[in-house]
């Protein structure tokens, strides 16, 4: 059946098999569990997927259905707290996450970490671990997170009943470095004017990537990069280029809504984007040491903090924005990004304490910005239609 | 003849001189800063940074404990409005919002002084800020946004937050243990570069020791509280809680207030002096109150509800055995850790319940004080203090029968919050709590 599968894959069309795993996100995971494989669950960019892939476990990344109006979560978790995560769990509660075998979660915010315990609570698996994550990127939290993963890896031995070989573990990193390495060369297809491929296309390949094991994911880039070289006719010229900022984005409505505007959204520093795959893990001795400081360091999510080295004993602004987003910078000039849309489902205090200084430091960059809230749902659309039309109108 | 209406809660006396001492830091920390003594703004950090703070002689102000000054005396608006202009969300923590719109006034409207109708005295301009890594996201995020209106640098206090499950090993416990003792000597070494001070390590012994003392002291007053009537009310504890957790002035001077708190709670003990004159409910209180209208909880008073513990979190830790912990860093660890996160995991994995870090004393508290009901108040403003709390009010039905009455509000905006519609939940509310006790005998469950 797993051998079918993979048949009926390579005759389909690269962007047609992307567009299935949007419909049905779990096509392939059923099939694969059906033959026998563990798939995992995790939320969020923290849990370590190589430490997964390296048990031949199968990650798939858990994310909500704005479609799905919340009932069971209300019992558990308040409005008042962030939409995406209350539909995560409110799908969970539903049994929509029942195929699991195994979650992983990680301390990747207040609600994130609270939603991780209530769904443990509620919903057993046969495998459930809860990674803490430092706040800082200070040096010995660095050490305690590595040690984490050490945690993580152990109870993950537990779980399959053997040990975890390195040479496992490398090849692992090499299949997820070798997906960061094709993402970014997918990414470039989007430089050019008019870019080779679209915004909510690239949101729909993330996704779809983050349903399938990481070596299909991989040959599915390769085939739709082929793929995308060869379109015609190219896409229609937007003078409008856009990068989208924010809380995460796992609905294509909100960049189709952008697009079918007069945009084109031609980068993003988004968690289905550039910030789960732009850093790739460094070949250290130990591994863990490259995974640690991928993981801590290199996710540029502002749950963790990071500071700029002080001067004379004062902290300087201008150069605290440019140590924390100075890398939006070469997005910018990469990508010839001429405005950013600020965006973020309500009640995410992570991303909310830092729009004012992201606005600051676009400011400094001369890019015009604009700040969206919604609240993950279809009907919070329409509102924002307008205010990016006249963000547009302000760009010309 | 007229007769003067007799106060619906007994307040203990001895709660006097603490609020006083309380108050008195603001002004002494004004002045400090006119004398060129340096200040550090701290997030409320369990200790962890404070005793360090102190044994340095950098003074603290908390602007969380300022937020509720402000809301308590109707100053905290004008601060959330010039907040939201200065382009931050609505929906963010009403303390942070208070003080960044407090801080963007100081330091562009007044020229870092003082704003003139600042309540209290004010909170003067930091030297430093130390922020934490427990508790909230707001506990760091918030100083790092201050970073547009300050130059101060700024710490950020590590506290890791294991799962239950996890957090139950021994390995997982030490080695947060280890990383939090490398993390604060990092910390005296930062506070010794930007002050250039070298730390007197006798002193902070002394201080920790003080700390543990009058963390001691405030633990075995609210286990008087567990007696029938309660001779404690939460307003008591509202009033007295800062002086355990945000420990600043003369620590000997506070510990003999808080022997004096535990005498005269003790002698309402001994005696079945009650803090309300009836005792028909005893309550829990849970997240912090709308410090904006605590004469809602005199309302309540004179319906006979006895509030006799509140949020776990402003607790102080339970004492733990330190006899052979020599380094006063270890100490501060341990203390932290095992008081903000793990203290109630052994209990929480037995019973089962995972979210032990703040859901799951809940339960623990109802079944030690007695409980009849809880009110849950989640925060608008806050995630932290209000994720947890439908599932709280799911466990404590589930478990032991306990009704909660949820009421929306907030710690300083007092738009958010409905007295009188709170007033009538609660009125009906005493039915629920009537009928469960019927449920609960039933049930063989004990009280």
């Given amino acids: 059946m797993l051998e079918d599968t993979l048949v009926i894959a390579e005759k389909t069309k690269a962007f047609d098999k992307v567009k299935e795993l949007n419909q049905e996100r779990t096509v392939r995971v059923k099939q694969l569990k059906a033959a026998g494989k563990k798939i995992i669950g995790y939320l969020c960019l923290h849990p370590v997927l190589e430490m997964l892939t390296a048990f031949d476990l199968v990650p798939f990344r858990v994310l909500g259905d704005m479609g799905e109006r919340v009932t069971r979560a209300d019992t558990c978790m308040p409005p008042m707290v962030c939409p995406f995560l209350r539909s995560c769990l409110d799908l969970a509660l539903k049994d929509k996450y029942a195929f699991l075998d195994g979650v992983v979660m990680a301390h990747i915010c207040d609600v994130g970490e609270r939603m991780a315990h209530i769904w443990r609570t509620y919903k057993e698996y046969n495998y459930f671990y809860f990674m803490d994550v430092p706040h800082t990127v200070h040096p010995p939290a660095l050490d305690a997170f590595k040690e984490e993963i050490k945690g993580f890896q152990s109870s993950l031995e537990s779980f399959v009943g053997e040990k ?22 997918l990414y470039d297809l989007r430089k050019p004017a008019p870019p080779l491929i679209t915004g909510s296309e690239v949101l729909q390949v993330i996704i779809a990537l983050a349903s399938i094991p990481v070596d299909e994911g991989n040959e ?24 989208i900022w924010g809380s995460v984005v796992d609905n294509v409505s909100l960049i189709e809504m952008m697009e079918g505007v007069g945009a084109s959204v031609v980068m993003d520093d988004l968690c289905l984007g550039t910030r789960a795959y732009w ?26 903090l990071r500071e700029t080295a002080l001067y004379r004993n004062k902290k300087d602004y201008a150069a605290d924005l440019e140590h924390r987003f100075g890398y939006l910078r070469s997005y910018i000039r990469e990508w010839n990004v001429k405005g950013v849309i600020l965006q973020s489902v309500k ?19 001369g890019v015009p910005s604009i700040y969206l809230e919604h609240d993950y749902s279809y009907g919070s659309l329409a509102p924002l239609r307008t205010r990016v039309q006249a963000f547009l109108e302000i760009l010309k | 003849m007229t007769q003067e209406k007799k106060r619906a809660i007994n307040r203990l006396e001895s709660m006097r001189p603490i609020r006083a001492e309380i108050d008195e830091t603001y002004r002494q920390s004004a002045a400090a800063v006119r004398e060129g003594k340096p200040i550090a703004w701290a997030m409320v950090n369990y200790w962890i940074g404070d005793a360090i703070l102190h044994a340095l002689d950098i003074g603290a102000v908390y602007p969380e404990s300022y937020g509720a000054v402000c809301a308590a005396m109707g100053a905290a608006q004008s601060y959330l409005d010039r907040c939201g202009e200065e382009g931050f969300p ?43 890594g427990s508790s909230c996201d707001a506990g760091f995020k918030w100083f790092q946004a201050l970073g547009r209106y300050l130059d101060a640098p700024m710490w950020t206090l590590e506290m890791p937050v294991p799962g239950v ?78 002086g355990p957790t945000t420990p600043t002035g003369d620590l000997k001077k506070k510990l003999a207030l808080y022997r004096a708190l535990y005498e005269e709670v003790k002698y309402r003990v001994e005696h079945g002096i009650s803090a309300v004159a009836e005792e028909r409910y005893r309550v829990g209180f849970t997240e912090l109150p709308p410090w904006h209208s605590l004469h809602f909880f005199d309302m309540l008073a004179e319906r006979g509800w006895n509030f006799v513990v509140e949020t776990w979190g402003y607790h102080p830790p339970r004492p733990i055995d330190l006899t052979n912990v020599n380094d006063p860093l270890e100490r501060l660890a341990r203390i932290s850790y095992s008081g903000l996160t793990t203290a109630y995991f052994k209990e929480a994995a037995q019973a089962g319940e995972y979210m032990g870090f703040l859901g799951y004393p809940n339960l623990e508290y109802a079944r030690e004080y007695k409980l009849d009901g809880f009110l849950l108040h989640p925060l608008l403003s806050c995630r932290a203090a209000s994720a ?54 039933a049930a063989g469950i004990g009280w």
């Fill in chain 1, 164 to 185: 975890l070989r390195v040479e496992k573990l490398e090849e692992a990193i090499e299949l997820h470095n070798e997906q960061r390495k094709l993402i970014r060369e």
């Fill in chain 2, 90 to 132: 609505t929906h963010m923590c009403g303390y942070a919002r208070n003080c960044i719109g407090y801080t963007a006034k100081m330091m562009k409207d007044c020229g870092g002084q003082i704003p003139p109708d600042a309540p209290m005295g004010g909170m003067p301009k930091p030297t430093v800020l130390v922020s934490r």
């Fill in chain 2, 388 to 441: 947890h709390l439908w599932y709280v009010q799911d466990r404590l039905m589930r478990r032991l029968k306990i009704p909660s009455l949820m009421i929306e509000g907030d710690i300083v905006d007092v738009r958010l919050f409905d007295l009188e519609d709170a007033l009538k939940k609660a009125e009906a509310f005493e039915q629920i709590m009537d009928h469960y006790k019927h449920v609960r005998k």
């Fill in chain 2, 165 to 242: 499950k996890e957090g139950l090993s021994k390995e997982v416990q030490e080695r947060n243990v280890k990383f939090m003792v490398q993390e604060l000597r990092s910390f005296v070494a930062f506070l010794e570069g930007i002050f250039n001070k070298k730390l007197d390590w006798d002193k902070l012994s002394e201080t920790i020791y003080d700390l543990e003392e009058i963390g001691r002291v405030w633990h075995e007053t609210n286990e008087l509280r567990k007696a029938v009537p309660c001779p404690m009310h939460s307003r008591d504890f509202w009033t007295c809680m800062n």
């Fill in chain 1, 279 to 304: 850093e790739s893990v460094e070949m250290t001795p130990d591994p863990l040491d490259g995974l640690a400081y991928r993981y801590l360091v290199g996710i540029r999510c502002p749950r963790t």
């Fill in chain 1, 347 to 365: 009640y995410c205090d992570t991303h909310g304490y830092e729009v004012p200084a992201v606005k600051d430091y676009l400011q400094k960059l």
């Fill in chain 1, 220 to 243: 599915l880039l390769r085939r739709l990069i082929t793929e995308v070289h060869e379109r015609r006719p190219r896409l229609p010229e937007k003078k409008a280029r856009l990068m």
